[in-house]
């Protein structure tokens, strides 16, 4: 004889997994309450194109730095290969 559900169980999973698709869609529904803060960036380059941005805050006794580097080995020169891997 072949094995089947209650009908209770199969309400019970189809319940359980309506639940779950509308927990899951939640985050989409979420909207940020208002747009990020402005902050006031200077932008300057040094004379050898070495671009920096700093915000200032006054309150913070910190610093903190990062560093992005534009190239790749498209920028490479024959010859001179496997340098910008070192970065």
Known sequence: MPYRRSS???????????????????????????????????????????RFLLVRRPGAPMVVAGWAVRTGSGDER??????SHLL
């Open 8 to 50: 209770r169980s199969s309400s019970s999973l189809s319940l359980a997994s309506l639940l779950c698709l509308f927990l899951l869609g939640l985050p989409i529904l979420a909207t940020p309450s208002s747009a990020p803060p402005k902050l006031p960036v200077e932008e300057f380059e040094l004379p050898n194109g070495m």
């Open 78 to 83: 024959p010859g001179r290969t496997g340098i």
